[in-house]
């Protein structure tokens, strides 16, 4: 007998061409080692010779710039580094890690800053009673290094954290995505 045809969930999101044109041409750059391989100093053309060009740079105050490698929306990994005046690379990081989350600070850390440091989120969304809303940045990754979560960030209407917590992420867990 043969299986029925899966049909999509109602409520859920359909990806993009693109985005999973992204994800997978990045995750097929990882099997070929990781960002977090290239020694710091490396020239930036070299690693966008290899990586391709960044998701998002962001110019610092010093005349370097802040480069992010990118998988959202649909992955769960992002990469970051800063590149010097003299186009060099510091140390590139895995930026999705509950390690760089811990160092957003409530009430000072703005949607900018978010941005510059995680990259694009995966969702933005807004929730909350019509008098009271707060605009969501959601970020896809592994929480603790094994569990599929989305950490989310409240943003009051001046842009600025006011709040984040993680939780699962329903795209991975049918159940959710029934709720």
Not at 27 to 34: D, I, N, P, Q
Not at 60 to 82: C, E, F, H, K, N
Not at 120 to 128: H, I, N, Q, T
């Amino acid at each position: 007998m043969r299986s029925p045809t899966p049909r999509p969930v109602p409520g859920t999101a359909r990806p993009s061409l693109r985005a999973l044109a992204a994800a997978a041409a990045l995750l097929l750059l990882a099997g070929c080692g990781s960002m977090t391989d290239i020694p710091a100093g490396t020239p930036i053309a070299e690693v966008q010779a290899r990586y391709g060009a960044p998701t998002l740079e962001c110019p610092m105050p010093d005349g370097g710039r802040r480069l992010v490698w990118s998988t959202q929306p649909m992955g769960q990994y992002a990469w970051s580094t800063t590149a010097s005046v003299d186009g060099r690379v510091d140390e590139v990081k895995q930026a999705l890690t509950d390690e760089a989350f811990r160092q957003v600070e409530i009430g000072t850390w703005n949607a900018e800053q978010l941005r510059c440091h995680f990259g694009p989120p995966a969702e933005s969304s807004l929730v909350g009673l019509p008098s009271s809303r707060s605009r969501v940045w959601s970020y896809r990754y592994r929480q603790s290094g094994a569990w599929n979560s989305l950490m989310h960030f409240y943003l009051s209407e001046d842009g600025r954290v006011v709040r984040m917590h993680a939780g699962p992420d329903p795209m991975y867990d049918p159940n959710l995505r029934e709720m």
